[in-house]
């Protein structure tokens, strides 16, 4: 019956599990390849993953500003919202630090919204 089975589904059976009778060594068609294929791509962030990222750059920031801009970060439904909260995060950090040091943080956040926004829009300041 597993034979005529087998043959019905279209499953192989290997040549020892046709001598024995303790086990039935149907292989697998819907399994993992083992062979050396290319990993998926990796997949982008998720909305709750970008605004830990963004919240973690104005962590150490401690005014009304940093904290409205956090109840901004906490409510946004979009990931072109958080993307657009770049400019205020950038304004409050060249304000409490400098310059250069919002522009690092502003280009460390890009890996974070790959995936979403269009390459073209990636861009460093």
């Known amino acids: 019956m597993i034979f005529a089975m087998t043959k019905m589904f ?5 040549a020892k599990s046709r001598d024995s009778s303790k086990s039935v060594g149907i292989s697998m068609p819907f399994r993992r390849s ?3 294929e290319k990993p998926a791509a990796t997949q982008p962030m998720t909305l709750s ?4 990222n963004l919240e973690l750059c104005i ?7 940093a904290d409205r801009l956090r109840y901004k970060i906490r409510g946004a ?14 304004q409050l950090i ?3 630090r400098d310059q250069q ?15 979403w926004m269009p390459p073209s829009q990636m861009v460093k300041i």
């Open 101 to 115: 040091e919002a522009a690092r943080a502003i280009n460390a956040l890009l890996p974070c919204f790959a995936g």
């Open 10 to 14: 279209g499953l192989e059976i290997s």
């Open 34 to 36: 083992t062979s050396n």
């Open 49 to 52: 993953q970008i605004k830990l």
């Open 94 to 96: 060249a304000k409490e």
């Open 59 to 65: 962590q150490d920031l401690q005014n009304g500003s």
């Open 77 to 90: 439904r979009e990931v072109r919202e958080l993307w657009m909260l770049r400019s205020d995060i950038h």
